[in-house]
Nanobody
Framework: VQLQASGGGLVQAGGSLRVSCKEP???????????MGWYRQAPGNERELVAI???????KYADSVKGRFTISRDNARKAVSLQMSGLKPDDTAVYYC?????????WGQGTQVTVSS
């Protein structure tokens, strides 16, 4: 598995969780040139973009998570994290780490986030 995801779990509405992802086998210079992101997929729904952080340092968020989620990358650790606060039941989904560089797209194994009301 090239992308290793961790974190997630069960939390009450209004709580916080963090999911992290690392790509330990990639060369550092290659990771720096990689756009990293988080997607999520709820049962019965299509996979949707949550947040991305590009190699140039640009971050983008889905409207539904703006102001509540923060994506950050640590190039030295070849890792990206998503800090989620103010969680809502609608945030319940499997969260997938994503890496894009050139024509290559990688996905992590997915980690479950469940928000109870």
């Amino acid at each position: 598995v090239q992308l290793q995801a961790s974190g997630g779990g069960l939390v009450q509405a209004g709580g916080s969780l963090r999911v992290s992802c690392k790509e330990p086998r990639v060369i550092l210079s290659v990771f720096r040139d990689t756009d990293m992101g988080w997607y999520r997929q709820a049962p019965g729904n299509e996979r949707e973009l949550v947040a991305i952080t590009t190699a140039s340092g640009v971050t983008k968020y889905a409207d539904s998570v703006k102001g509540r989620f923060t994506i950050s990358r640590d190039n030295a650790r070849k890792a990206v994290s998503l800090q989620m606060s103010g969680l809502k039941p609608d945030d319940t989904a499997v969260y997938y780490c994503n890496a894009k560089r050139g024509t290559i797209t990688l996905w992590g194994q997915g980690t479950q986030v469940t928000v109870s009301s």
